[in-house]
């Protein structure tokens, strides 16, 4: 749901205006600036991209215009955080300038924010990074100008106490400084920044969760995250590149806390440019990213795949989401990359068939169970057909949320669900009341709405089920 505020539409078009009016009978110029310089308005895109290359040869007066949005949506499936940003997005919008450049920036605080916020760039050569010209309560808008001094990959934060809480929330994103001579062009640039989230429930825990300010102290994040959510560069947010094209990566660190093993498995870094500084490293493998730091990386795919892009501190990434794809598309190359060869030596056992995913074996019995418990539990409000009510109960038999992640809706048995859902293209804001069921009785049930209601496989064992309570 993407809301457009009245003020923020007729700010906008305010700044729009003024850029567009000229003299009277004269010829279209560019629009210059009180220091001279003609004036740019800095494009915004969503992460993972950013804005084009800049192809000017000299500098520019560019006006930039964020609006910090507090915003609930889901930083894991199934779990709803509520995020502070930059632009509606985590991280927030990349400002692309050329060094040398005026950059007045503008910051919007929402009347319907709840907070006072700022910015601080570390792209500004001065106290406070800005932070002192920006401070606003919600409803205000605040602008200061600074000069692009010097080339490199900055982060932005917020800087309004208590500053570890705002970037926690996801106010952080990065300014792009590039040097006068240029950049090379690549084939394919992405935008990515890693950040940690303290959550008062557990890894995944459903519903909304509420920020955990002594998780926060203790440094012991719930989430470890690229680009704010669990997933967000996984499936349908998988980054892409054909094979032998060229791709750099503008990667930062929001912090609060965690520093970043920056790792791509199955590349080689040709260059990384490390810290987002001048100069670069060559055939690197892993980079250290600081909290408040940057590093921009540069490889070329040789072969198809997926590359998978962590936090080489590894429960990081296998346990707390910092994890992401980046899927090769290409021919295979195996002078490069070869298939590789399985022989069992001489008299070796045969060898172990290639481990398959564990069946969940379903008795006859158990079967009748699970439709028992749906009809005694479930049908009231989901229907005994599984269609549900439109509106109001969300439909369990082809659900594409239930089919996406089936195992993770044993969680939504046993602990509710409330808040915004999407099932099918259709929105539900109801409250689900946890179900007060037996470990063996929320496997059926789900085995059944699994096998019965979405073509699918049984997913769930009673053991798994217990595991699941463990989890808060
Ligand atoms: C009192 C009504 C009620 C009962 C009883 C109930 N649910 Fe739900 N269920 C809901 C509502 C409302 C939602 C949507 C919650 C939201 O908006 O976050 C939901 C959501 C779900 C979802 C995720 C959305 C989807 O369509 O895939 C699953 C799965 C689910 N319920 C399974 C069950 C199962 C299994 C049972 C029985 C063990 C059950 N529910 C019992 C009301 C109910
Ligand atoms: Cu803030």
Redesign the pocket.
């Known amino acids: 749901m993407k809301k457009t505020h009245k003020l923020a539409a007729s700010w906008l078009a305010g700044v729009t205006a003024a850029l567009c009016m000229s003299p009277v009978g004269s010829a279209p110029v560019a629009k210059l600036a009180a220091d001279g310089l003609p004036i740019v308005v800095q494009e915004l895109v969503a992460p993972p991209s950013l804005p084009p290359r800049i192809t000017r040869k000299t500098a520019a007066h560019v006006v930039v215009n964020l609006t910090v949005e507090e915003i609930e949506r889901e930083i894991a499936p199934?779990t709803r955080y509520t995020f502070w940003t930059f632009g509606g997005t985590v991280p927030g919008k990349m400002i692309r300038v050329r060094e040398g450049d005026t950059v007045e920036l503008h910051l919007l605080n929402l009347p319907d924010n709840k907070l006072p916020h700022n910015i601080d760039l570390h792209a500004v050569t001065g106290p406070g990074g800005g932070a002192g010209q920006t401070l606003i309560a919600p409803g205000n808008e605040a602008s200061f100008t600074f000069k692009a001094l010097a080339p490199g990959l900055y982060v932005y934060h917020c800087a309004t106490a208590p500053v570890g809480m705002h970037v926690a929330n996801g106010m952080y994103g990065m300014i792009l400084v590039e040097p006068k001579e240029g950049m090379t062009p690549v084939d394919k640039e992405y935008y990515v920044m890693q950040g940690d989230f303290y959550t008062t429930g557990g890894y995944r825990a459903p519903g909304l969760q509420a920020f955990d300010m002594q998780k926060a102290i203790d440094e012991k994040p719930t989430y470890v995250l690229f680009n704010g959510a669990d997933g967000a560069l996984t499936g349908a947010g998988s980054l892409t590149a054909k094979t032998n094209e060229s791709v750099r990566m503008y990667f930062g660190v929001g912090g609060p806390n965690t520093t970043s093993s920056f790792h791509i498995i199955g590349a080689i870094f040709d260059k990384v440019y490390t810290e987002g500084g001048k100069h670069f490293q060559e055939n690197v493998q892993t980079t250290m990213v600081p909290a408040g730091g940057s590093t921009i990386v540069e490889f070329t795919p040789r072969v198809p795949g997926n590359l998978t892009i962590v936090d080489h501190s590894l429960t990081r990434a296998f346990n707390k989401g910092a994890i992401g794809l980046l899927s090769v598309s290409g021919p295979d190359n195996f002078a490069i990359y070869g298939k590789g060869v399985k022989t069992p030596l001489p008299g070796a056992k045969p060898a172990a068939k290639p481990a398959a995913k564990p069946a969940v074996a379903v008795t006859p019995a158990q079967k009748v169970r699970g439709k028992e418990?749906?009809e005694a539990?479930?049908a009231?409000?989901?229907q005994s057909d599984g269609k549900?009510v439109a509106g109001?109960?969300?439909?369990?038999a082809n659900?594409d949320?239930?089919q996406e992640r089936p195992y993770e809706?044993g969680h939504?048995?046993i602990n509710g669900?409330?808040?915004?859902?999407v099932?099918n293209g259709e929105h539900?804001?109801?409250?689900?009341?946890p179900?007060d069921?037996s470990d063996e009785d929320?496997a059926a049930?789900?085995n059944y709405?699994s096998t019965d209601f979405n073509k699918g496989k049984p997913v769930l064992t009673p053991a798994q089920v217990r595991d699941m309570r463990k989890v808060k």
């Not at 539900?428 to 009341?433: A, E």
């Open positions: 199934g418990v749906y539990n479930c009231a409000c989901h549900g109001v109960f969300p439909p369990l659900s949320f239930f809706m939504i048995v669900r409330s808040g915004e859902l099932v539900y804001n109801g409250v689900m009341p179900q069921l929320v049930v789900i709405v």
